[in-house]
T-cell receptor, first 112, second 115 residues
Framework: GESVGLHLPTLSVQEGDNSIINCAYS??????FIWYKQESGKGPQFIID?????DKRQGQRVTVLLNKTVKHLSLQIAATQPGDSAVYFC???????????FGGGTRVLVKP | KAGVTQTPRYLIKTRGQQVTLSCSPI?????VSWYQQTPGQGLQFLFE???????NKGNFPGRFSGRQFSNSRSEMNVSTLELGDSALYLC??????????????FGPGTRLTVT
């Protein structure tokens, strides 16, 4: 069945450094991926998305990379700030409609 | 523009009871999806409603049900509550329904505790 997984539960990063969060997915038919950020007490917030016909997409301070060969997704955050401290989830929208399959999440802690 | 609102924000119920949670999507949005978030299972899709019809359903028992009204507001119901139903229930709304077509906006969630 479909699954999207993360293997790094916690990432501690110095303020100003770059962060990289990784995600593996198992459904080779997946063609649309999203990264979400969830802060304490809030629902997930959309960060950036990418379709399978792309390898890279950039946003403001964030870059998502997609490697379809090894079914791997990553989120890079440039110049990490204290406000970036949160749990980050990758998700796949592989079924009809809006059904999302989420990875397990990575907590990012930014040290001042 | 107001975001997705969920009521109540916190709820405590006893095993065997039932509960109804409410979600008001962003104005103009016609799709509402529900997710369960727990420390052990993470974020899991429950169901999606679009134009008052259930579009997708996740792998949850029949105790979990939902509906959508003509104004796009949605409710989910859990009957015969079990301890394992304790979770954060999240609602997400989007303009439409289509694989990879519409950004989803999440509400703050309802924290359900079953004792």
């Amino acid at each position: 069945g479909e699954s999207v997984g993360l293997h790094l539960p916690t990432l501690s990063v110095q303020e100003g450094d770059n962060s990289i969060i990784n995600c593996a997915y198992s459904n080779s038919a997946s063609d649309y991926f999203i990264w979400y950020k969830q802060e304490s007490g809030k629902g997930p917030q959309f960060i950036i998305d990418i379709r399978s016909n792309m390898d890279k997409r950039q946003g403001q301070r964030v870059t998502v990379l997609l490697n379809k060969t090894v079914k791997h997704l990553s989120l890079q955050i440039a110049a990490t700030q204290p406000g970036d401290s949160a749990v980050y989830f990758c998700a796949e929208n592989g079924a009809a409609g809006n059904k999302l399959t989420f990875g397990g999440g990575t907590r990012v802690l930014v040290k001042p | 523009k107001a975001g997705v609102t969920q009521t109540p924000r916190y709820l405590i119920k006893t095993r065997g009871q039932q509960v109804t949670l409410s979600c008001s999507p962003i104005s103009g949005h016609r799709s509402v999806s529900w997710y369960q978030q727990t420390p052990g299972q993470g974020l899991q899709f429950l169901f999606e409603y679009f134009s008052e019809t259930q579009r997708n359903k996740g792998n949850f028992p029949g105790r979990f049900s939902g509906r959508q009204f003509s104004n796009s507001r949605s409710e989910m119901n859990v009957s015969t509550l079990e301890l394992g139903d304790s979770a954060l229930y999240l609602c997400a709304s989007s303009l439409g329904s289509g694989r990879g077509s519409y950004e989803q906006y999440f509400g703050p969630g309802t924290r359900l505790t079953v004792t």
